[in-house]
């Protein structure tokens, strides 16, 4: 069981490249979400997802897109790369049916350096 | 817009002192989570705090929750080097689906012999 992972590690980017960010989860959950963390400002919501083809908006979406075609996946893409998009990006997984205390598990992270 | 507020962002403590960090939040919700995160890893859950008075003890860690009061705090007691770390508390605004947290900005821990 690997529970929440990323791909890649770490990347650098131009200004105006596209990529994207790999997530996946094999604990069969129903949600999941991206974070970004920058320096002093906590964790920030990008986009969630509550099942296999619905999505919706975070905190802070701009520049960003996301689809989820399985369960398994969850993929972050960057339509075109800016600088204020440098930062570590988390994927998180929860499930729906675990009862109440439901524990929203992290990835290892994302460090991405646009240039 | 829900806010989360930690504070303090610092602390700077010796070992076997004991310190609380507190987490206030703007609006109503009764499930609240800390978070540790050490350097250049990812987020550990320590604590999910579902309901008004809620406590929670693990080790030198002490979490509570008064929803009343918006307020959760987690007690650290007599701390050792290994606490040292960055903490986050984050409130659910998914309606208790936890899907959606609004984190704190994190309070970075650091334990001096």
């Known amino acids: 069981n690997a529970g929440v992972t990323q791909t890649p590690k770490f990347q650098v980017l131009k200004t105006g490249q596209s990529m994207t960010l790999q997530c996946a989860q094999d604990?069969?959950?129903?949600?999941m979400s991206w974070y970004r963390q920058d320096p002093g400002m906590g964790l920030r919501l990008i986009h969630y997802?509550?099942?296999?083809?619905?999505?919706d908006q975070g905190e802070v979406p701009n520049g960003y897109n996301v689809s989820r075609s399985t369960t398994e996946d969850f993929p972050l893409r960057l339509l075109s790369a800016a600088p204020s998009q440098t930062s570590v990006y988390f994927c998180?997984?929860?499930?729906?049916?675990?009862?109440?205390?439901?524990?929203?598990?992290f990835g290892p992270g994302t460090r991405l350096t646009v240039l | 817009e829900l806010k989360v507020e930690q504070n303090p962002l610092f602390l700077s403590m010796q070992e076997g002192k004991n310190y609380t960090i507190y987490c206030n939040y703007s609006t109503t919700s009764d499930r609240l989570y800390w978070y540790r995160q050490d350097p250049g890893k990812s987020l550990e859950s320590l604590f999910v705090l579902l309901s008004n008075g809620a406590v929670k003890q693990e080790g030198r860690l002490m979490a509570s929750l008064d929803t009343k009061a918006r307020l959760s705090t987690l007690h650290i007691t007599a701390a050792v080097h290994d606490l040292s770390a960055t903490y986050f508390c984050?409130?659910?605004?998914?309606?208790?689906?936890?899907?959606?947290?609004?984190f704190g900005k994190g309070t970075l821990l650091t334990v001096n012999p």
């Open positions: 997802s509550v099942g296999a083809g619905i999505t």
């Open positions: 984050a409130v659910d605004r998914s309606g208790g689906s936890n899907y959606k947290l609004t």
């Open positions: 998180a997984s929860s499930s729906r049916t675990s009862g109440r205390a439901r524990v929203m598990f």
């Open positions: 604990m069969n959950h129903e949600y």
